[in-house]
């Protein structure tokens, strides 16, 4: 596969030299393309992916979009959750119109009933006694739910992975709950890399716009990132004072990552804090992306299931175009790069190391697929516990002598979390 690594041939620049910088070329196929057959979209579909929140599939069937293709999700009222295509076997209507019966779905149109495995158990308009039904088969496909969220495994029916149990939906004194669901006008990819991008944490969300989280944010951190068995971490290390702050964020490929509540103020010394937020990042299409959330939610919050739904600030287009620009968050940071991304004209830097790895990571996963191997985190034993090290933890810490000294200890300190400690 060829990569979309041309650059666009441009003279020195003098400055003003706009006219020589129009052109813009094709983004990276390879890495952004989720239809099926593409081998980005036949890599995504080798992993469980969330399709709907339960909450959503109490009235009616939903209709949505994954991946490029188009599901109605729904349970029967007996308690079954189905992924069936959303075009009616028979003569096309949108099963969305459908009515859940106590076993499967049943067509608005003609009355055809469809099992969550896709087969058809009823075509009343047939005579008595035919056995027509026996030949029809909706596309369907396998279901699994966690905490309120339905994932549906989208790939080749031979290669289905066991379902992936990260350490972080099991944490003490917390409740794993269904959380927000939001849609941003752009490409995967991008959602994705800014999940290894700490520096904007520092600027998007406190130097540029405001303080939207604490004002240790502020400080730009000294940052690193690692491979881990669940995929890779980003470590966020910053000074305040004789104190060391290290936030850690994991990223579990293919789409999916984790991060701790933006509420560390770094004032003394706490013993790390578990992942609270797991977000699952999922193309509807090359140009749309939805992201859906777990939380662990401590009960002596006292939060309501509403409110835990409700998307992080700046997350969703919910704010007025005028306050998005005076204070610019993530879904504008990340919509904006255009529609998908143009790897071709960007500049990366130091900076950027995270996102680097986590395309590397990427782009292997999608080539084992093409060789006809399986990816990575695709082969774990059925009910393995994925370690992961989201967290916040604070450390005292005296500064060292001299600030490159010190950069090098903050970088000590922050590896150090991911061996149980300073
Ligand atoms: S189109 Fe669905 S039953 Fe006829
Ligand atoms: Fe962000």
């Known amino acids: 596969m060829k990569r979309a690594r041309s650059r666009v041939a441009r003279p020195k620049s003098i400055g003003f030299d706009g006219y020589h910088r129009r052109d813009v070329p094709p983004p990276d196929r390879e890495l952004t393309q989720v239809g099926p057959g593409t081998p980005c979209g036949e890599y995504l579909r080798r992993f469980w992916q969330p399709v709907a929140f339960a909450r959503d599939l109490a009235v009616a069937p939903l209709r949505v979009r994954i991946l490029g293709e188009d599901l109605v999700v729904f349970r029967d009222r007996g308690g079954r959750v189905g992924v069936l295509h959303l075009h009616c076997a028979h003569r096309g209507t949108s099963l969305e119109f459908g009515i859940p019966l106590e076993r499967g779905l049943r067509c608005c149109y003609h009355g055809w009933v469809y099992d969550v495995d896709g087969r058809c158990l009823e075509t009343p308009g047939e005579p008595a006694g035919s056995r027509f039904r026996e030949r029809v088969w909706q596309g369907a496909y396998p279901t699994h739910e966690l905490a309120g969220l339905v994932f549906a495994y989208l790939g080749p029916p031979d290669r289905r992975p066991s379902f992936p149990v990260y350490d972080s939906y099991d944490v003490r004194g917390y409740r794993l709950m269904p959380a927000a669901q939001f849609t941003l006008p752009c490409n995967w990819l991008q ?232």
Do not use: C
Request: negative net charge; without cysteine.
């Open 191 to 422: 959602v994705k890399d800014n999940s290894m991008d700490p520096v904007h944490t520092a600027f998007l969300h406190a130097l540029s716009s405001g303080y939207q989280f604490t004002e240790a944010f502020g400080a730009v951190p000294e940052i690193d990132w690692k491979l881990t068995d669940a995929g890779m971490v980003y470590l966020a290390t910053r000074r305040v004072g004789d104190l060391v702050w290290v936030r850690v964020a994991d990223f579990m490929p293919p789409n999916v990552h984790q991060f701790t509540r933006e509420i560390e103020d770094a004032t003394e010394v706490k013993p790390a804090s578990r992942p609270v937020i797991i977000r699952w990042a999922v193309p509807n299409d090359d140009t749309h992306t939805t992201n859906f959330e777990l939380a662990q939610v401590d009960p002596a919050w006292g939060l309501e299931p509403e409110q835990v739904a409700k998307p992080g600030f700046g997350q969703s287009d919910d704010r007025p175009y005028a306050e998005r620009q005076s204070h610019p968050a993530d879904f504008d940071a990340q919509s904006s790069q255009r529609t998908i991304a143009v790897h071709a004209l960007e500049h990366l830097g130091s900076a950027d190391r995270g996102v680097i790895m986590l395309r590397r990571i990427v782009r292997e996963g999608i080539r084992a697929v093409a060789r006809g191997t399986d990816p990575f985190g695709t082969r774990r034993p059925e009910g393995k516990v994925i370690r992961t090290f989201t967290q916040d933890v604070v450390f005292r810490v005296p500064p060292a002598p001299s600030p490159e000294a010190d950069r090098r200890l903050l970088r000590a300190t922050g590896r150090s979390v991911l061996n149980g400690g300073s």
